[in-house]
């Protein structure tokens, strides 16, 4: 079983929908304590994949997620917020130079 995971992306290319998918699988199949998706070119319909993954898997509990250097929208922070919130498995969360363009983004870190 993998317990961490870097994706890296060659050239700039933002990860695919496909590539997204992929790691959806990953997380519903493995104990992940921490995931690197750093500078990956995720956008919002590949935060929502994930996000469906997280919510069904044992995957990153007391983890460690790196969403830093992404460019990030409302409706992908939507469904981050609404998957940790009901699971709860997330210990730390990284934003380091990603584009937060949220008003959903703040309603969250208030509650």
Known sequence: ML????VWKNG?????REECVALRE??????LNHLDLSDV???????RLL????ACSSSLTDGVLDLSHN???????QALASSLASSGKVRELRFLA?????KAWRRWLIC
């Open 71 to 77: 460019d990030i929208g409302d409706t992908g922070l």
């Open 12 to 16: 700039g290319l933002a990860i695919s």
């Open 3 to 6: 317990e961490k995971v870097h």
């Open 98 to 102: 990603t584009i937060l363009v949220t």
């Open 51 to 54: 996000a469906e993954g997280l």
């Open 41 to 47: 070119g995720l956008e919002n319909e590949g935060l």
């Open 26 to 31: 990953l997380l519903s199949a493995n104990k």
